[in-house]
Every structure is written in structure tokens, then in C-alpha cells.
């Protein structure tokens, strides 16, 4: 997906608790041979570090998954470490992050259709399970394109956008990602017509 349509997307669904604006310090540690006197290639320099690291974090358990840095706020006094001759540059910026809450309403993507379930997408979510006995109405038809079709004749199949609530998450330290348990027990929940 294109970065800035990505950007969009966020600023348009600001107003949901899924995203949140948090301001985190981090050290930013430039090599030696990366420095050099004029200030506005060391700020490169930092910016650069601060979102080569930010994108290997990926995510937390208190945060969520980290999206994007908003707005460097400052840098510190850099500290030479003894060691290597590298500096350490303790920073503070603004970035926007992605986490589930329970109650939540959110849409996703099913991605696999399974005979006791979906499991869906929604932005950096991957495992998100909606289980066959969580879906009102709704019954598992095999096939080659295995599908979940009510009486109205809704399907929910892949590539499917579906409405659902959040019931739980679950922090997985090792993978540093969320997994999340959902329901279509509720008024306006569902697959999403186009």
C-alpha cells in the first residue's frame, strides 16, 4: 500500500481508539564514522537510526504495533560510549501506534476460511479468529472456496471485509505481535457489502 494513501487512511480514522498518538524517549546510537561537523547531516544521521530502529521494534505490549514517527521533538546532548567511539543520542519524538481493545468495532479481511472459522486482517493484526460458533446465522458451506452463508444469503468468504467486536487480545512476546479473539454477536455486524 502506498505510504501516504496509508497516512490517509490514519488520519481518517483518527478518532477510533485503535490509534494512538504516544511521545516515546530512545536512544539513537550513531557510529563513529558517521559523524561529522556540520549538524544537518548528524540529524540525518539520528532521523535515519531512529526509523531504521522504530521499524525493527514492530511492536509492544503497552503501545500496540508502532506505524509511524510524527514529529522528532528533540534531541539530546550526544555521550561518546567508551568502547567503540559511537554516540549515544538520547531523543524524544511523536509517533502514531495500532492496538485492538476489547469492545472495540473494527473491520478486517479474511484471509483464510476455515471449517471452525475466519481468520482475518486488520492493519498490522494478523491472527485475528472469529470462530464458526461466533457467528450468528451463519454456516460453514466446503468447496474448493469454502465459504460461511446465513439465510439471507451473506457470505463471508476471502477477501471479505467484515464488521466485527473485539472480544480479547492476546500479547505473544516471542512473535512481538497480538492475536485477537472477535464476534458477530451485535447490531451492524458482518460482511460488508460494496
Known sequence: MNFWLFLSLIAEMWKTEMFLKVQLPWNVIIPAECLDAKGLMLQRSII???LDAFSNKKATQELGYFLAVTTLENIGEGKVRQHSGDVLFPVVFSCVTFKLFRGEI???VVHKVLKHGVILRCGPVENIYLSCQKMPDYRYVPGENPVFLNEKLSKIEKDVVV???????KW???EREFQALVSLEGDYLGPLSD
Open 48 to 50: 535515519i537510526r531512529l
Open 106 to 108: 473494527l473491520d478486517g
Open 163 to 169: 464488521r466485527f467486536i473485539v472480544m480479547g487480545t
Open 172 to 174: 505473544l512476546e516471542a
